[in-house]
């Protein structure tokens, strides 16, 4: 079974500073999706940014990038020049490559701070 | 151009009543998954449904839990004889058909608290 790690509970960041959040996953499969998702206080569940595994170039959404590196089956998300509205819990989530949907397995989450 | 949508919002019941949560998908959208988010974790799978089918519900508990999405109307997730370890956020996502390819985009969730 596929397994999602966060070995980092919280983080804090200093405004307009860089942050880089861990993730690492499990999978004896070779094509699969990447995701993190974030949530604040409000619980929404939103998505920030995804990776397909068979591509080899890092997404980048704005402020947010990741850094995926296959071989290792690790996908950090850096965040930079961090704004206080990027507080809020971050999950790292794994899906699998099917022709007809696939459930999300996530990790446990980091909770990130911003300080002004 | 609405989002998922999910009611009630927050929902309060005794031991033992019976829970209805219901779930919009996305106009588009046919294909519904329920996750729960335990206090302090992560969230879980519970089922994945398409219309009027149940394609994987290997997330579901074995007793008092159960799903539907019907040809018309909300995906509906029913909790019977709840019981305080039910307390829960429960969140659903949808995803268009041909998914293999799309994203899934989640509701506001509803919180279930069992007194």
């Known amino acids: 079974a596929q397994t999602v790690t966060q070995s980092q509970p919280e983080m804090s960041v200093q405004e307009a500073e860089t942050v880089t959040l861990s993730c690492t996953y499990d999978?004896?499969?070779?094509?699969?999706?990447l995701f993190w998702y974030k949530q604040p206080p409000s619980r929404q569940m939103i998505l920030v940014i995804r990776?397909?595994?068979?591509?080899?170039q890092n997404a980048t959404e704005n402020r947010f990038s990741v850094n995926f590196q296959k071989a290792a089956k690790s996908f950090s998300l850096k965040i930079s020049d961090s704004q206080l509205g990027d507080a809020a819990m971050y999950f790292c989530?794994?899906?699998?490559?099917?022709?007809?949907?696939?459930?999300?397995?996530f990790g446990e989450g980091t909770q990130l701070t911003v300080n002004p | 151009n609405a989002g998922v949508m999910q009611n009630p919002r927050h929902l309060v019941r005794r031991r033992g009543q019976e829970a209805r949560l219901r779930c919009s998908p996305m106009?588009?959208?046919?294909?519904v998954y329920w996750y729960r988010q335990l206090p302090e974790e992560g969230l879980k799978f519970m089922v994945y449904?398409?219309?009027?089918?149940?394609?994987?519900e290997s997330g579901m508990p074995k007793e008092r839990f159960s799903a539907e999405f019907p040809k018309e109307g909300p995906s509906i997730l029913r909790i019977q004889q709840v019981v305080r370890g039910d307390s829960a956020a429960y969140f659903c996502?949808?995803?268009?058909?041909?998914?293999?390819?799309?994203?899934?985009?989640f509701g506001p969730g509803t919180r279930l608290t069992v007194l």
């Open positions: 449904l398409q219309k009027e089918n149940i394609i994987d």
């Open positions: 999978t004896s499969e070779s094509d699969y999706y």
């Open positions: 990776q397909e595994a068979y591509k080899q």
């Open positions: 106009k588009g959208h046919s294909h």
């Open positions: 989530a794994y899906r699998e490559w099917e022709t007809s949907g696939s459930r999300l397995t």
């Open positions: 996502a949808s995803s268009p058909p041909r998914s293999y390819t799309d994203t899934q985009y």
